[in-house]
């Protein structure tokens, strides 16, 4: 008789931020249940104005509701309501392949990994909007250089998460840029994580984007730069520091040539100026150097609080 206690199956929650939609709610809905017979799919409704949450009920989801508008408002609520060991996160547009989820979820528990994210590879032309694909590649680029990670689609919307990741994750975006705070929090945080190539395919008939171009890109940008100063101050102010010390050097130098030939310093305000922006320029590294140290503390103490939760697919 083996007397060895069996380990616990690992409950799933599938997490659905909706608005608007109606036209492809059902399928996703379908799909998850079909595919994942053991989840709970999970339908967050933000406001919609069509039978978006009546078709998830009755598709079979657990409907709720969050009334601050946005993306990341939607997935706060979620993080912070819903327990399990695992979390399917996906879009109610019915655009990623649910038939995908069982071997995410399968590499995130055998590995035992923080998250899986779904990178898009388009089956349809139409799959991506205009502007889309470039603004996902510009967008990934730069967190990439920034945070020193390969990272090939920052800005899915589809990822498998563990317990530990949600629950250590202090998310501050209020829309689309939950997912570029996904993955700063997981490089930040030295997660172990993933990626895996997923079909992505084009919206259903009577399914719109809510995503804007180029507003929800500056949005992105502007958080992309304000994780850069939160995360990595000495890099930001650092580059900030050189720019200023470089243009400041590049106004000097004409009037050291002068000065040098003629003994006369004729441009004042040049001098001034230049003087100035070199100023700024170690004030800039300092605030840099002493905010990194700051950081480093923070940095400590969100990591202790991420080791206290067990990993994915440990028997505790």
């Not at 931020?17 to 379908?30: D, F, K």
């Not at 590499?107 to 923080?114: I, Q, S, T, V």
């Not at 984007?209 to 730069?225: A, H, P, Q, V």
Request: proline share 5%.
């Amino acid at each position: 008789m083996n007397d060895e206690p069996k380990a616990r199956a690992a409950s799933v929650a599938v997490l659905v931020p909706c608005y608007n939609e109606a036209a492809a709610i059902a399928t996703v809905v379908g799909d998850f249940r079909r595919l994942l017979p053991q989840a709970r799919v999970y339908v967050y409704d933000n406001n919609s104005t069509d039978d978006t949450p009546g078709i998830a009920a009755r598709a079979g989801a657990i409907v709720r509701n969050e009334r601050q508008q946005g993306k990341g408002n939607v997935v706060r609520r979620m993080f912070a309501d819903i327990d399990a060991d695992v979390y399917v996160l996906i879009d109610g547009d019915d655009t990623y392949e649910a038939a995908a989820a069982p071997r995410l979820i399968e590499r995130l528990m055998a590995e035992r990994l923080d998250m899986v994210t779904g990178v898009r590879r388009e089956v349809a032309k139409t799959a991506y909007r205009r502007g889309h694909r470039f603004g996902n590649w510009l967008l990934t680029s730069l967190v990439r250089w920034t945070f020193s990670a390969h990272v090939v689609d920052m800005l899915s919307g589809y990822r498998v998460l563990s317990r530990r990741f949600v629950k250590s994750f202090p998310t501050q975006a209020t829309g689309f840029g939950i997912e570029t705070e996904m993955t700063v929090h997981g490089l930040e945080m030295l997660m172990p994580v993933a990626e895996m190539e997923t079909a992505y395919k084009e919206r259903p008939p009577g399914s719109v984007s809510k995503l804007n171009t180029f507003r929800d890109g500056f949005r992105i940008l502007f958080l992309i730069l304000t994780l850069a100063k939160e995360e990595r101050p000495l890099f930001f102010f650092g580059l900030i520091a050189l720019s200023l010390a470089f243009v400041s050097i590049a106004l000097s130098i004409p009037i050291f040539i002068t000065y040098f030939e003629t003994g006369l310093v004729p441009r004042f305000p040049t001098a001034i100026l230049a003087t100035g922006l070199m100023i700024l320029a170690v004030l800039s590294f300092f605030s840099g150097l002493i905010l990194d140290t700051v950081t480093r503390g923070r940095w400590e103490t969100k990591r202790l609080s991420y080791l206290q939760l067990p990993p994915p697919g440990s028997s505790s």
